[in-house]
């Protein structure tokens, strides 16, 4: 069993990718949501220093049909809306992997993730490829054929590297900061993050281990 989290890039013409890359710096999460034929009704809500801006705009967006506000905290609007954009659910169709929410998109990319077999990742990333998108692969984490892939100690600093949001894009922490965190050496902790990737990355495009020594 895989967990995986992928960050895929949104294509232009979508609600939720113009106005996150107008709001950089809003977070915006899809708390659920379903397919009505032609249109899909989802619930989400927005965190933002200006949240009522985003607001704005998401209902002033052509492919909204219907938006409704539920609720209004300091920095977050929850809303009820109908949006003509079907793309997520016509993925889900022909990838058979169901979503798993809430789902978060930061500035334009959708943080996706889910759980299931080396197949179902597979094919998950061939539906992406083929709609064009571009993706990365932000983790992987358990597999009966994985136990050996990653040392205790790349383990703990990749573990430390994600906790502190060194893989976020931005980044919110430096090497050196995340050195500093681990209380290790910036050059030791580089060699660490690079190996750990590298068998990371080694083992989801072959499906063999990476090098694991250190």
């Known amino acids: 069993m895989i967990r995986a989290q992928f960050h895929v890039q949104l294509p232009e013409g979508t609600w939720v990718a113009e106005v996150s890359r107008s709001f950089p710096e809003a977070t915006f999460r899809l708390l659920t949501g379903f397919r009505a034929g032609s249109t ?74 889910f759980t299931g077999s080396r197949e179902v990742l597979d094919r998950f990333r061939t539906a992406v490829e083929a709609a064009g998108l571009s993706y990365e692969l932000r983790s992987v984490v358990g597999n009966e054929n994985s136990s050996g ?8 600093v990749l573990a430390a590297a994600v906790r502190e949001g060194y893989f976020e ?7 050196a900061d995340l050195a500093a965190t681990l209380e290790a050496d910036k050059s030791t902790v580089s060699e660490i993050l690079r190996r750990g990737e590298g068998s990371v990355v080694k083992w989801f495009l072959t499906g063999t281990d990476g090098d694991t020594e250190f």
Do not use: M
């Open 40 to 113: 899909a009704i989802e619930l989400g809500e927005v965190e933002a220093d200006d949240p009522d801006a985003v607001s704005a705009a998401i209902d002033d967006h052509p492919s909204i049909v219907a938006y409704q506000r539920l609720e209004r905290a300091d920095e977050t609007v929850v809303a009820r809306y109908e949006t003509t954009d079907i793309g997520l659910y016509e993925a889900v169709e022909r990838s058979s992997v169901p979503p798993e929410y809430p789902i978060t998109v930061r500035n334009g990319w959708i943080e996706y993730e």
């Open 149 to 156: 892939l990653l040392t205790d100690r790349q383990r703990e």
């Open 169 to 175: 894009v931005p980044r919110e922490c430096t090497l």
